[in-house]
């Protein structure tokens, strides 16, 4: 059995009640239920979650609550996986015979099923314990510099300081949208970043809502994406 659990407290701080504010007219986790949904490889749509008003909204958008989120596991300090090793065990008191987890945060409004479909076959094909989106810096990161307290600016790597950006290695980091994972790799307790395979997406579809600023930002690419969408449909 494939679950998807979505792990989302109330208790947001640098934008308050991020995930369930409205987001170009929904709130901000119906994204993620929706991308989990649409992809068509999960048995069931979790959310784990501390807050009545999140559960409530994650049923009206059709995921399942089945449990609710412990206070020691809701606070600012708490990492994914214990979250995610909790709501396994949960569902599998349930009698659910969970074999594969996929981790979506509520705060993906550019997440395309298509990339839950490929990472798992990626993780699937190469028989990897995890596997998860990946994008490319914007600018090379052997080239990155630091700001002296006078502000003047020096090479971190000096030894690439000279060479040409096309013949550095390319360097990615993480989108920060989904880990799947098998239920034993989750159990374990290894991070992703150490074990998994990583899916490239475009820069433009990994978007960090940290700010308002963020916020607006991502606003503006969903609307891109969706007009690019009805271009498209309409040719």
């Given at each position: 059995?494939k679950?998807a659990v979505i792990?989302?407290?109330?208790?947001?701080?640098r934008i308050p009640?991020?995930?369930i504010?409205s987001?170009?007219?929904?709130?901000?986790i119906?994204?993620?239920i929706k991308?989990?949904q649409?992809?068509?490889?999960?048995?069931?749509?979790?959310v784990?979650?501390?807050d009545?008003?999140i559960?409530?909204?994650?049923?009206?958008?059709?995921a399942?609550?089945?449990?609710?989120?412990p206070?020691?596991?809701?606070?600012?300090?708490?990492?994914?996986?214990p979250?995610?090793?909790?709501a396994?065990?949960?569902?599998q008191?349930?009698?659910?015979?969970?074999?594969?987890?996929c981790c979506?945060?509520?705060?993906?409004?550019?997440?395309q099923?298509?990339?839950?479909?490929?990472?798992?076959?990626?993780?699937?094909?190469?028989n990897?314990?995890?596997?998860?989106?990946?994008?490319?810096?914007?600018?090379?990161?052997?080239?990155?510099?630091r700001?002296?307290p006078?502000?003047?600016m020096?090479s971190?790597y000096?030894?690439?300081a000279?060479?040409r950006?096309?013949?550095?290695?390319?360097a990615?980091?993480?989108?920060?949208?989904f880990?799947?994972?098998?239920a034993?790799?989750?159990?374990s307790?290894?991070?992703?970043?150490k074990?998994?395979?990583?899916l490239?997406?475009?820069?433009?579809?990994?978007?960090?809502?940290d700010t308002?600023q963020?916020w607006?930002?991502?606003?503006?690419?969903?609307?891109?994406m969706?007009?690019?969408?009805?271009?498209?449909?309409?040719v």
């Amino acid at each position: 059995m494939k679950i998807a659990v979505i792990p989302a407290r109330g208790g947001s701080k640098r934008i308050p009640r991020k995930n369930i504010k409205s987001f170009a007219g929904q709130p901000m986790i119906a994204y993620a239920i929706k991308a989990a949904q649409a992809c068509g490889l999960f048995d069931h749509v979790v959310v784990s979650t501390d807050d009545a008003e999140i559960a409530a909204i994650a049923r009206e958008y059709g995921a399942e609550v089945p449990f609710m989120r412990p206070p020691e596991l809701s606070d600012d300090y708490v990492a994914t996986i214990p979250v995610i090793d909790h709501a396994i065990r949960a569902c599998q008191a349930l009698g659910w015979d969970v074999s594969h987890v996929c981790c979506i945060y509520p705060g993906v409004p550019l997440l395309q099923a298509d990339d839950l479909r490929a990472a798992f076959a990626l993780m699937d094909e190469a028989n990897a314990p995890y596997a998860f989106t990946v994008t490319g810096f914007p600018a090379a990161v052997q080239r990155a510099m630091r700001r002296l307290p006078d502000g003047g600016m020096e090479s971190i790597y000096p030894q690439y300081a000279a060479t040409r950006t096309q013949d550095l290695e390319p360097a990615y980091f993480d989108a920060g949208q989904f880990y799947w994972g098998t239920a034993e790799a989750w159990f374990s307790g290894v991070s992703p970043h150490k074990s998994g395979k990583g899916l490239v997406i475009p820069e433009s579809r990994a978007v960090d809502i940290d700010t308002l600023q963020d916020w607006e930002r991502a606003e503006l690419l969903y609307q891109v994406m969706q007009n690019g969408a009805a271009g498209r449909q309409a040719v």
